[in-house]
T-cell receptor, first 113, second 114 residues
Framework: DAKTTQPNSMESNEEEPVHLPCNHS???????IHWYRQLPSQGPEYVIH???SNVNNRMASLAIAEDRKSSTLILHRATLRDAAVYYC??????????????FGQGTILTVHP | DTEVTQTPKHLVMGMTNKKSLKCEQH?????MYWYKQKAKKPPELMFV???????INESVPSRFSPECPNSSLLNLHLHALQPEDSALYLC?????????????FGPGTRLLVL
């Protein structure tokens, strides 16, 4: 899998935007960038994914750099419920075509009221 | 319905016990996964099943034995576990086992081995 690098932790205030960065300099041309998050005491949940263009859904936006070596997950208005560990994952070829997700350490997001 | 269910939620077992974890999904997904997550660590892949056949075993010890009786059900049979096997065991499913597919996770079974 393409290696990803994320900050260990970030903090935000409620109602403010949050930009979570991820570096994936070894990504290949056909690898998607996925973001999952894990709320306390829950399993990971899918947030968003993209390949080249910026992507939006009801949860977040994903901004992908033109060279695809980095991306940023954007939460437009953080709520207390967004406090979680955010994982940026790029399932590379990894010697298999199967959907292997290799989780890095992720970014712990703290949201202050 | 995008739900993956796992039972039991909690399990305590001795090192000589045999127990099973169960995972179920009714989304018509054909790929199912077991992950192990130690406290304050990211999930680690253990097994992948694709079309009810084991396709990936990440060098997991034989005391963990997966089983996929049908496309909706995934079991993890546990025997002679060690205390260091205590962890959160997560099940996930996806439409297919492709590298771009979204995985849907269950809430996990928290296992304590005494």
């Amino acid at each position: 899998d393409a290696k990803t690098t994320q900050p260990n932790s970030m903090e935000s205030n409620e109602e403010e935007p949050v930009h979570l960065p991820c570096n994936h300099s070894t990504i290949s041309g056909t690898d998607y960038i996925h973001w999952y998050r894990q709320l306390p005491s829950q399993g990971p949940e899918y947030v968003i994914h993209g390949l080249t263009s910026n992507v939006n859904n009801r949860m977040a936006s994903l901004a992908i750099a033109e060279d695809r070596k980095s991306s940023t997950l954007i939460l437009h208005r953080a709520t207390l419920r967004d406090a979680a560990v955010y994982y940026c994952i790029s399932p590379g070829a990894g010697g298999t075509s199967y959907g292997k997700l290799t989780f890095g350490q992720g970014t712990i997001l703290t949201v202050h009221p | 319905d995008t739900e993956v269910t796992q039972t039991p939620k909690h399990l305590v077992m001795g090192m000589t016990n045999k127990k099973s974890l169960k995972c179920e999904q009714h989304m018509g997904h054909r790929a199912m996964y077991w992950y192990k997550q130690k406290a304050k660590k990211p999930p680690e892949l253990m097994f992948v099943y694709s079309y009810e056949k084991l396709s990936i075993n990440e060098s997991v010890p034989s005391r963990f034995s997966p089983e996929c009786p049908n496309s909706s059900l995934l079991n993890l049979h546990l025997h002679a576990l060690q205390p260091e096997d205590s962890a959160l065991y997560l099940c996930a499913s996806s439409q297919g086992a492709s590298k771009g597919g979204t995985q849907y996770f269950g809430p996990g079974t928290r296992l304590l081995v005494l």
